[in-house]
């Protein structure tokens, strides 16, 4: 037996499937791991059930991607084989798969991400702040401090010293981006001394850490993933 459930808040229905089967003592639920979904579109196919999930619907859970799930029977219940997530809804998500790209080592993936900031001119920033302007520059001045952490994981001193100059030269005193210059200065001055991304990664934690409003500005909404001072600069 195949059903789905929906219990619906103020602003958000959210929706859970059940495949129920007798296994010649009593019902068991062979999706039990499956959680809750906002707005949830489940197909039953063969050897497989797909989930579809939509957005939560509420203004501040901020823009959101779509997100695909795909359950396999393995024999004994259906298991989670693929998660993806759709393209960006707004600029910090460009931002997040940088970040998490940085994270793992892939460090040409992170710096296509992150370069894409600055391209994209049709999607708004999605940052919880008084304007879009400021979201916007401040975004760009993030995300160029990242490529000057990629280059400089990458062992391309060279990239990341370019990144670096057009860091300083883009957001001055004064500016959105002029806080994230000053953590692309803690980190370059410490990587130019050591030759050592991850401790010029600890110098640009550690200024963060005395500013946490660093972390706070790329807030976009619940939905999203939440900053920390130790997140802004995070290697494999």
């Known amino acids: 037996m195949v059903y789905s459930t929906s219990m619906c808040g103020a602003h958000t229905c959210w929706d859970r499937l059940y495949v129920i ?10 999706v039990a791991d499956m959680t809750d979904y906002p707005y949830a579109t489940f197909s039953v196919e063969e050897n497989q059930v797909v989930v579809e999930v939509g957005g939560i619907g509420s203004a501040g859970a901020g823009y959101q991607r779509s ?5 396999r029977w393995d024999g004994r219940r259906y298991a989670v084989a693929e998660q993806s997530v759709g393209p960006p809804t707004a600029l910090i998500h460009y931002v997040h798969d940088g970040d998490d790209a940085l994270a793992r080592g892939d460090y040409g993936e992170a710096m296509s991400h992150y370069e894409a900031v600055p391209a994209e001119t049709d999607l708004p920033a999605g940052l919880s702040l008084e304007s879009e302007e400021q979201g916007v520059a401040i975004l760009k001045a993030y995300a160029r401090f990242k490529l000057v952490v990629a280059y400089a994981a990458s062992g391309d001193g060279w990239g990341g010293q370019a990144q670096y100059d057009a860091l300083v030269a883009e957001h001055p005193e004064g500016t959105p981006g002029y806080p994230y210059a000053l953590l692309g200065r803690a980190f370059w001055s410490d990587f130019v001394a050591t030759d050592n991304p991850r401790s010029a990664c600890a110098a640009a934690v550690a200024m963060a850490e005395g500013d946490p409003t660093l972390a706070e500005r790329l807030y976009s909404g619940y939905a999203n993933r939440e900053y920390e ?8």
């Open 21 to 30: 089967e007798w296994d010649g003592t009593g019902f068991v639920n062979r």
């Open 67 to 71: 997100y695909r799930e795909v359950w």
């Open 229 to 236: 001072p130790g997140g802004l600069c995070r290697l494999e």
